[in-house]
């Protein structure tokens, strides 16, 4: 399998400065091939071929890893790739302001005694810190070296030699509909609430942000006031990323079939009163999580058509309702009579759905597992 372990690093002043022209390099290589682009796109042995005289006219880029820098070439192509098959927005300019920068490092990554080898950073090495250990045996295939908010990480892309595991046979399932007041509703009737974390560290935000406006442009001060903004951010973040780790963890622990809905999120962030609280929710990364972590653990993951009204259906005679607008959070079916949360409802639907979409023999033995109460999980706060 493969796994991605990140890990932060400490290099020293003569290190960094080595490690910041890697980004600008980087940086610059993506950029001027974007705009020699700008009117047929290349192909990625055109960029690299024109590398070869780039780096003869830039005599900088030598002191760089030569492989790094086709690496930018080699995202450039797959960028604009992702662009045509509607995956993906048109290829941007990268500016040395961001908070985020990069370069990857595509082979002769070593980790060990704490120390970080990787071409043009052989000698002694950068000091890393291992918070976990890299599984013995394990296979390094690339690395990525990140700053963000004057922080430097590795990310180390490895290969454990493990095969993924056949899938269980599973004996109990769950359907999930993702909401804003409460975050995941499951179909055995569990709710559990939004943290919201942006909203909690909104007044901290806005305090940072108009200190940060007061600063004068291009002084250190407010390049220090930028900084404590963007860590807030990027504490904020944590928050949000851990409570999905350990959502997903759990989920996929205690159920073999998970089935949840596809939300088309770029559309719905469209509403100006609810945008935030979506971004904030981020039902794209927990359903990402959810999908390895189930491959891992021979889960089955399922996830239904975007179109199917999962609200509107009713779950107990399929009447469907055509009109339900989002204040309505309760209603009764007028076919059956039944009163329905409108979010367990959806819930039921979803994973009904998802079923009716896996064979048969995979199905068989959940049966018996609906006439049993369901177990309150033990969920993270």
Known sequence: MLKAYKFVIRPTTEQITLIEKHFGACRFVYNYFIDQSKDKVMKKSDMQK??????AEKEWLNE???????????????????????????PKFKSRKDSYQSFSIPQNVEIKENRLFIPKFKKNGIRVKLHRQIPAGSIIRQATLSRHNAKYFISVLIDDQQELRNKVQPVNSVGIDMGLSQLYIFSNGEKIDNPKWLRASERRLTKAQRILSRKKLGSQNRDKA????????TKISNQRRDYIHKMTDAITKQFDIICIETLAIKNMIQNLHLSKSIQDA????????????????????????RYY?????????????????????SWTCSECHTKHD????????????????LPVEVTRLLAPMKQEAAAVLAYPT
Request: aromatic share 12%; net charge positive.
């Open 226 to 233: 930028k900084l404590r903004l963007q860590k807030l951010h």
């Open 50 to 55: 024109m590398l070869v005289g780039l780096k």
């Open 282 to 305: 981020s039902w794209n990364e927990f359903a990402r999580q959810l999908a390895y972590k189930a491959q891992w653990k021979g889960k089955y993951f399922v996830q239904i058509n």
């Open 342 to 357: 409108r979010d367990v409802n959806a819930a039921i639907n979803i994973e009904r759905q998802g079923l009716s979409s």
């Open 64 to 90: 760089i890893n030569s492989q790094s820098l086709q690496v930018a070439t080699h995202n450039l192509y797959n960028a604009y790739g992702r662009f045509f098959k509607k995956l993906g927005g048109y």
């Open 309 to 329: 009204p999962s609200s509107k259906t009713c779950s107990v005679c399929g009447h469907y309702r055509k009109d339900m607008p989002l204040q309505i959070r």
